[in-house]
């Protein structure tokens, strides 16, 4: 079964932190990533930018309404995922608590349809 691990942290321009902090978050990232593919789990996953570069549609009179910025205003917003296929729940949470998160983590099955 297929599980979203989704990651919260503060906004971070990653382009300005000092190399030495990229690099270790990206390390830990792949050590992530090596342990998922020596325990044989199929994952795949993306950071994403900024909130500040989001564009959030609401719906409105005439449809839909661009704005800028994330759905709601937090101090912790959305800053990647992985998708992880493993055998149930509790295995996604143990996988979870090991994925390297600043603010939080949400873990929630993805629905697959029957057709």
């Known amino acids: 079964?297929?599980?979203?691990?989704?990651?919260?942290?503060?906004?971070?321009?990653?382009?300005?932190?000092?190399?030495?902090?990229?690099?270790?978050?990206?390390?830990e990232h792949g050590r992530f990533t090596t342990m998922?593919?020596?325990r044989g789990i199929?994952?795949?996953?993306?950071?994403?930018k900024d909130s500040r570069e989001a564009v959030t549609l609401r719906?409105?009179?005439?449809?839909?309404?661009a704005s800028d910025?994330?759905?709601?205003?937090?101090?912790?917003q959305l800053s990647g995922f992985y998708v992880v296929d493993v055998k149930d729940l509790d295995e996604a949470v143990e996988i979870a608590r090991q994925c390297p998160t600043?603010?939080?983590?949400?873990?929630?099955?993805?629905?697959?349809?029957?057709?």
């Open 1 to 27: 079964m297929k599980y979203m691990i989704m990651l919260f942290e503060r906004d971070t321009d990653w382009g300005s932190v000092p190399e030495e902090a990229l690099d270790e978050a990206l390390a």
């Open 36 to 38: 998922l593919r020596e």
């Open 42 to 48: 199929d994952y795949y996953g993306e950071a994403v």
């Open 59 to 65: 719906p409105s009179g005439d449809g839909l309404a």
């Open 69 to 76: 910025g994330p759905f709601a205003q937090q101090e912790a």
């Open 102 to 115: 600043a603010a939080g983590t949400e873990v929630r099955p993805i629905w697959e349809s029957a057709a």
